[in-house]
């Protein structure tokens, strides 16, 4: 159970902190539930309303700054997401933005990086779509690890697209 002030992962929308528990006034009469009330770090003005009943399944704890240490220390040598090729890909990629698991998401944003350059090497365009679930999945990641490094989200961004610059295009990482 959860406490106000207390910070948790909740599923794609990312970091949350617990601003009140409640039972909202847009339930209807008679099913008086207890809700969280989250406020998301990464949109400013999202406020999200989540059962406590069975919140537990939906949230995860912060990563702590050691893992998050050790999953940065460990990018060089962590091993590309396999993704299917073409519009299959689209699904595979949700699927892990869902999820939100660090080490998960550390890889996609890796493998995402991979892509993107070896098109840019190749002279051929990113394709929007993995534009578009890099953007997610970055929000998500570094916003998590700034707040378990106790750092800005630009500066871990900054930390993370360093390492992902000096990788080599090699296709077995």
Known sequence: MLSIGDVAVYGN???????????????????EKMYYQMISAIDSGGVLYVPMDGAEDKMREVISAEMAAD??????????????????????????CKKNEAEDMLSLIKT???????????????????????????????????YALDMEFEEAREKITGILAQLPLEADK
């Open 71 to 96: 999953l940065i220390d460990g990018l060089d040598d962590m091993s590309l997401t396999d993704l299917p090729v073409g519009k299959k890909a689209e699904a595979v990629i949700s699927d892990i």
């Open 13 to 31: 929308h990312g970091l949350c902190k617990v601003a009140d528990t409640l039972v909202p006034s847009f339930l209807p009469k008679g099913s």
């Open 112 to 146: 995402l990086y991979h892509i993107k350059a070896v098109r840019a090497a190749e002279g051929k365009k990113f394709a929007s779509v993995d534009e578009r679930y890099l953007g997610v999945a970055e929000k998500l990641f570094y916003s998590e690890i700034a």
